[in-house]
């Protein structure tokens, strides 16, 4: 992969700790293509949501850019170059649907000497970020690590790590790392005597190293912010601190809660301060608790528990994969309807409980392996449970349950997939071009073809799909069938029931989406994201608010009207436009349909109009 550092120059001007560059910013991203007046407003926290300057409700669907990152063959960064960001950008929105992304960070390509930032470095993450915000895309940076360290793996090891710089494990003088008979790579955490010592000199700022690291980070945010325009720098959501943050090792006396408490809160209350001093005053810290205080095999209590009301400089900011269909001996067979729905209920319960919102940041399955086989069914399950709080089989006939829509970031989007050239622990004997590239990990949604062209790797049914990204008011109820398949099977988990038999005689074998939300009175339109495979010739929607095969271009006369997505990629949304507050209003959205008659319309919403009466009025 070229080597960007050897074609971009910078200026580094040091000044109070922070950093700036010299030069003008790029445009504004409020000017970016296909933008509406509404668009592209900085993101708060209120009332348990992230909010838009409109009051809108918005929910962040995406990817997490890259995994690329853990790599050293492109320098720590996610692209090897501005041109396959803006390529990667364009596709996830245009293919995965995406309109965020959590975009990876190096501590050790950032810092690559004790006290001194590469300005370089956060040179070229900075204009692979801009990709992303100018193809009208929300980021939310994370400094990532696994295992703490590349550096403390031998060159001949199974497994390897990112995270802390070399000059960090220099000074720890660790023990030589084994995690013994390990057959996953997430064993080492709890059994590689080094990761583990490594973490816990991390968390007890042992040679300073939590003082580097945030010191590190605030300059990192200055430059971020410094070099993009005012516009794009709304489009950054947040800062996610540290990713699966773990201890290593308890001291005595402590559990896993109490570390929380005591060791891992603090650290979130000093990064919050770096942010404040960075200028990132209006953006939460998106923060993690223990990686495994919602794991179902590994499980510790925690989920910051003791943190008190977050309000809206934090958000709750977790991790999801099933151990054990993973393991492949744990769970035998697929996911089925509502696998998940408890699991992702917790993550909305302790947002509440923290009185702030949630994202789902990983969430994902392997692609290839024993148990790829259970992808289809896992990744649907997965969608389902973000989408809503009950499962396919009840949620027409409990609505109220639904919850609210959740963010998340699925596990990952790297174009390199299976085109790597990484020297695994820098050992020119073992070059990994394979998969992800690292530690035998295949997740990524989506690669590259022989002509270069980023090309899905799963289902575009279950990528690819409708969700509020924006709602006008409060969401009550959301649902999507996306009748992705698994193999051959169509996987239909929430069939249209019987007792509304026009709007399944519209729905027929299409996919569909159902909400129902509260007005407030907003000055912007409720938008829905709409599929590749929902074209206006084929898009039918059935609304309190309209009745339209084939809905017209959007206008603010229009209550019912669909737009390109900002950014130039060629993605759409429908959007819903009420003119009142603490009205129920409700669309059904669904393909299923071919030239639908007037009476069958006039139907299915008179159907519609009790449904929601009788459950939700």
């Given at each position: 992969?070229?080597?960007?550092?050897?074609?971009?120059?910078?200026?580094?001007?040091?000044?109070?700790?922070?950093l700036?560059?010299a030069?003008?910013?790029?445009?504004?991203?409020?000017?970016?293509a296909?933008?509406?007046?509404?668009?592209?407003?900085?993101?708060?926290?209120?009332?348990?949501?992230?909010?838009?300057?409109?009051?809108r409700e918005?929910?962040?669907?995406g990817?997490?850019?890259?995994?690329?990152t853990?790599?050293?063959?492109?320098?720590?960064l996610?692209?090897?170059?501005v041109?396959?960001?803006?390529?990667?950008?364009?596709?996830l929105?245009?293919?995965?649907?995406?309109?965020s992304?959590?975009?990876?960070?190096?501590?050790?390509?950032a810092?690559?000497?004790?006290?001194?930032?590469?300005?370089?470095?956060l040179?070229?993450?900075?204009?692979?970020?801009?990709?992303?915000?100018?193809?009208?895309i929300?980021?939310?940076?994370?400094?990532?690590?696994?295992?703490?360290?590349?550096?403390?793996?031998?060159s001949?090891?199974?497994?390897?790590?990112?995270g802390?710089?070399?000059?960090?494990?220099?000074?720890?003088?660790?023990?030589?790392?084994?995690?013994g008979?390990?057959?996953?790579?997430?064993q080492?955490?709890?059994s590689?005597?080094?990761?583990?010592?490594?973490?816990?000199?991390?968390?007890?700022?042992?040679?300073?190293?939590?003082?580097?690291?945030?010191a590190t980070a605030?300059?990192?945010?200055?430059?971020?912010?410094?070099?993009?325009?005012?516009?794009e720098?709304?489009?950054?959501?947040?800062?996610?601190?540290?990713?699966?943050?773990y201890a290593?090792?308890?001291?005595s006396?402590?559990?896993?809660?109490?570390?929380?408490?005591?060791?891992?809160?603090p650290?979130?209350?000093?990064?919050?301060?770096?942010?404040?001093?960075?200028?990132?005053t209006?953006k939460?810290?998106m923060?993690?608790?223990?990686l495994?205080?919602?794991?179902?095999?590994?499980?510790?209590?925690?989920?910051?528990?003791?943190?008190?009301?977050?309000?809206?400089?934090?958000?709750?900011?977790?991790?999801?994969?099933?151990?054990?269909a993973?393991?492949?001996?744990?769970?035998?067979?697929?996911a089925?309807?509502g696998?998940y729905?408890?699991?992702?209920?917790?993550?909305?319960?302790?947002a509440?409980?923290?009185?702030?919102?949630?994202?789902?940041?990983?969430?994902?399955h392997?692609?290839?392996?024993?148990?790829?086989?259970?992808?289809?069914?896992v990744?649907?399950?997965m969608?389902?449970?973000l989408d809503?709080?009950?499962?396919?089989?009840?949620?027409?006939?409990t609505?109220?349950?639904?919850?609210?829509v959740?963010?998340?970031?699925?596990?990952?989007?790297?174009?390199?997939?299976?085109?790597?050239?990484?020297l695994?622990?820098?050992?020119p004997?073992?070059?990994?071009?394979?998969?992800?590239?690292?530690?035998?990990?295949?997740?990524?949604?989506?690669?590259l073809?022989?002509s270069?062209?980023?090309?899905?790797?799963?289902?575009?049914?279950?990528?690819?799909?409708?969700?509020p990204?924006?709602?006008?008011?409060?969401?009550?109820?959301?649902t999507y069938?996306d009748?992705?398949?698994?193999?051959s099977?169509?996987?239909?988990?929430?069939?249209?029931?019987?007792?509304?038999?026009?709007?399944s005689?519209?729905?027929?074998s299409?996919?569909?989406?159902?909400?129902?939300?509260?007005?407030?009175?907003?000055?912007?339109?409720?938008?829905l994201?709409?599929?590749?495979?929902?074209?206006?010739?084929?898009?039918?929607?059935?609304?309190?608010?309209?009745?339209?095969?084939?809905?017209?271009?959007?206008?603010?006369?229009t209550?019912?009207?669909?737009?390109l997505?900002?950014g130039?990629?060629?993605?759409?949304?429908?959007?819903?436009t009420d003119?009142d507050?603490?009205?129920?209003?409700?669309?059904?959205?669904?393909?299923?349909?071919?030239?639908p008659?007037?009476?069958?319309?006039?139907a299915?919403?008179?159907?519609?109009?009790?449904?929601v009466?009788?459950?939700?009025?």
């Open positions: 992969m070229p080597n960007m550092r050897a074609r971009l120059l910078v200026v580094l001007v040091v000044l109070c700790g922070f700036t560059v030069g003008n910013p790029s445009a504004s991203a409020a000017g970016i296909d933008s509406l007046p509404f668009d592209g407003t900085a993101l708060t926290v209120a009332n348990g949501r992230f909010v838009d300057a409109g009051g918005v929910v962040l669907r990817y997490n850019v890259s995994g690329e853990k790599l050293a063959e492109n320098h720590g996610p692209f090897a170059s041109a396959d960001a803006k390529k990667s950008a364009t596709a929105r245009a293919l995965g649907g995406g309109n992304v959590r975009f990876l960070l190096s501590w050790a390509y810092e690559p000497v004790k006290g001194q930032v590469d300005a370089t470095y040179a070229n993450a900075t204009e692979q970020m801009r990709a992303f915000l100018d193809a009208g929300r980021v939310y940076p994370d400094f990532h690590q696994d295992l703490y360290s590349r550096w403390l793996f031998n001949g090891s199974w497994y390897t790590g990112d802390a710089p070399a000059w960090a494990v220099a000074l720890g003088n660790y023990p030589a790392e084994s995690c008979i390990c057959f996953v790579w997430g080492n955490i709890t590689n005597g080094a990761v583990k010592a490594g973490q816990y000199d991390f968390w007890h700022n042992n040679y300073g190293l939590q003082d580097y690291f945030l605030q300059k990192a945010m200055t430059y971020i912010k410094a070099n993009l325009t005012t516009g720098f709304a489009g950054v959501v947040g800062f996610d601190p540290y990713n699966e943050p290593g090792s308890y001291d006396g402590q559990n896993s809660r109490t570390w929380e408490r005591d060791v891992l809160w650290f979130y209350v000093k990064f919050r301060a770096r942010m404040d001093a960075a200028g990132w209006d939460p810290a923060v993690e608790p223990n495994f205080w919602n794991g179902n095999v590994s499980k510790e209590e925690g989920g910051l528990l003791d943190a008190g009301t977050l309000g809206s400089r934090y958000v709750f900011n977790t991790h999801f994969y099933d151990q054990k993973i393991s492949g001996i744990l769970m035998w067979g697929n089925s309807d696998q729905v408890t699991d992702f209920g917790t993550v909305r319960d302790r509440t409980a923290l009185g702030t919102t949630a994202v789902v940041s990983e969430f994902g392997p692609l290839n392996g024993n148990t790829a086989g259970k992808a289809p069914t990744l649907k399950a969608y389902q449970a809503s709080r009950v499962k396919g089989a009840n949620w027409w006939s609505p109220a349950s639904s919850g609210p959740l963010s998340g970031s699925q596990w990952q989007w790297d174009i390199y997939n299976g085109r790597h050239n990484e695994m622990n820098d050992n004997d073992k070059v990994i071009t394979a998969a992800d590239g690292w530690n035998d990990e295949d997740l990524s949604a989506v690669k073809d022989d270069g062209t980023p090309v899905l790797r799963q289902d575009a049914r279950l990528l690819d799909r409708i969700y990204s924006a709602t006008s008011g409060s969401t009550v109820a959301f069938e009748r992705s398949r698994d193999g099977t169509t996987l239909t988990w929430n069939p249209v029931p019987s007792g509304l038999p026009n709007v005689s519209l729905v027929g299409g996919q569909y989406s159902v909400l129902v939300w509260r007005s407030s009175s907003g000055s912007a339109p409720t938008e994201h709409l599929p590749a495979s929902f074209p206006n010739s084929t898009t039918t929607v059935v609304s309190d608010l309209g009745t339209v095969y084939g809905p017209p271009a959007y206008t603010t006369s209550p019912v009207g669909t737009a997505e900002p130039g990629t060629g993605s759409r949304r429908l959007l819903l003119a507050s603490g009205v129920l209003h409700y669309a059904l959205v669904t393909n299923g349909a071919t030239s008659s007037a009476s069958l319309l006039g299915a919403k008179s159907e519609l109009a009790n449904w009466s009788q459950k939700l009025g």
